[in-house]
């Protein structure tokens, strides 16, 4: 299995503009978190899903951030309109069981 | 919800010395705590776990150990070489949900 693949690596984006990260769980796994990395704040859970259905979005930091999951294998977190304060590591994980497997990141920079 | 608490958030040590980072959590239906290394720019990746109905747990250089009275759980690093260098995390799941809490890291220098 590829793992948990996340695009794009790297995005820069102009303040104001549409972000669209993606995420492709691993085949099989029946959750699927996106969480954001800061220096300031750590690892912060946005939202999760359980069998594609969102469980708890208590974490999204406010309505310009949406997140869905059609369908097992696919998973997008939105960002409109985008802000310098959003800046960070976006990670994908998923998990069948205990063990979380993260994806590689996303890299956002707002300017 | 679970809070969990991670000391230091930075530790400095000599090539071949010990380690050690601990971590407190609140709510006493826990009961899974994996502990993750995520090296510079990388994705955080999973080292060791250790279930509640087990003291301590054991792999290699790495050791985790819970006192579930006490709240708290504990990684030990023997031997540190210079590729342990990365941030840490502790997590915490109870059994109520497929939820992680993360502690807030703790970077980890050996100095060679």
């Known amino acids: 299995d590829a793992g948990v693949i996340q695009s794009p690596r790297h995005e820069v984006t102009e303040m104001g503009q549409e972000v669209t990260l993606r995420c492709k769980p691993i085949?099989?796994?029946?959750?699927l978190f996106w969480y954001r990395q800061t220096m300031m704040r750590g690892l912060e859970l946005l939202i999760y899903f359980n069998n594609n259905v969102p469980i708890d979005d208590s974490g999204m930091p406010e309505d310009r951030f949406s997140a869905k999951m059609p369908n097992a294998s696919f998973s997008t977190l939105k960002i409109q309109p985008s802000e310098p304060r959003d800046s960070a590591v976006y990670f994908c994980?998923?998990?069948?069981?205990?063990?979380?497997?993260f994806g590689s990141g996303t890299r956002l920079t707002v300017v | 919800g679970e809070n969990v608490e991670q000391h230091p958030s930075t530790l400095s040590v000599q090539e071949g010395d010990s380690a050690v980072i601990k971590c407190t959590y609140s709510d006493s239906a826990s009961n899974y705590f994996p502990w993750y290394k995520q090296e510079l720019g990388k994705r955080p990746q999973l080292i060791i776990d250790i279930r509640s109905n087990v003291g301590e747990k054991k792999d290699q250089r790495i050791a985790v150990t819970l006192n579930k009275t006490a709240k708290h759980f504990s990684l030990h690093i023997t031997e540190t070489q210079p590729e342990d260098s990365a941030v840490y995390f502790c997590?915490?799941?109870?059994?109520?949900?497929?939820?992680?809490?993360f502690g807030t890291g703790t970077s980890l220098t050996v100095i060679p």
């Open positions: 085949s099989g796994h029946d959750y």
């Open positions: 994980a998923s998990s069948l069981g205990r063990g979380y497997t």
């Open positions: 997590a915490a799941m109870a059994n109520t949900g497929n939820q992680f809490y």
